[in-house]
């Protein structure tokens, strides 16, 4: 099992950048991908980047060139820097994280934290 706390949400203007963070315990070992997911009002949960244990990277196409997800070396920490923020982008955004497990794959969330963007 493994539990994720994230952090760095905030209020920033149009144009403007956040930095969240993601720190994993428990089970770390057996993480295979972490990454971001974000859900606004009304709309489904969506995947914003994600990156494996082999540092193979993954962005939604609307965060393209904005966004950059990293991990630390020790893959117990997930980053997201958040550029040029967009109104869109406002959501409570998800730590997410893929781990092995007996019988199948773990599916780990944190509990989100609010970004919202003002125009």
């Known amino acids: 099992q493994v539990q994720l706390v994230e952090s760095g949400g905030g209020l920033v203007e149009a144009g403007g950048s956040l930095r969240l963070s993601c720190v994993a315990s428990?089970?770390?070992?057996?993480?295979?991908?972490m990454g971001w997911y974000r859900q606004a009002p009304g709309k489904q949960r969506e995947m914003v980047a994600t990156i494996s244990s082999t540092g193979f990277i993954n962005y939604v196409d609307s965060v393209e060139g904005r966004f950059t997800i990293s991990r630390s070396d020790v893959g117990n920490a997930v980053y997201l820097q958040m550029n040029s923020l967009k109104p869109e982008d406002t959501a409570v955004y998800f730590c997410?994280?893929?781990?092995?497990?007996?019988?199948?794959?773990?599916?780990?969330w944190g509990q989100g934290t609010q970004v919202t963007v003002s125009s």
């Open positions: 428990g089970s770390i070992s057996s993480i295979l991908v």
């Open positions: 997410h994280a893929t781990g092995q497990a007996r019988g199948g794959f773990s599916q780990d």
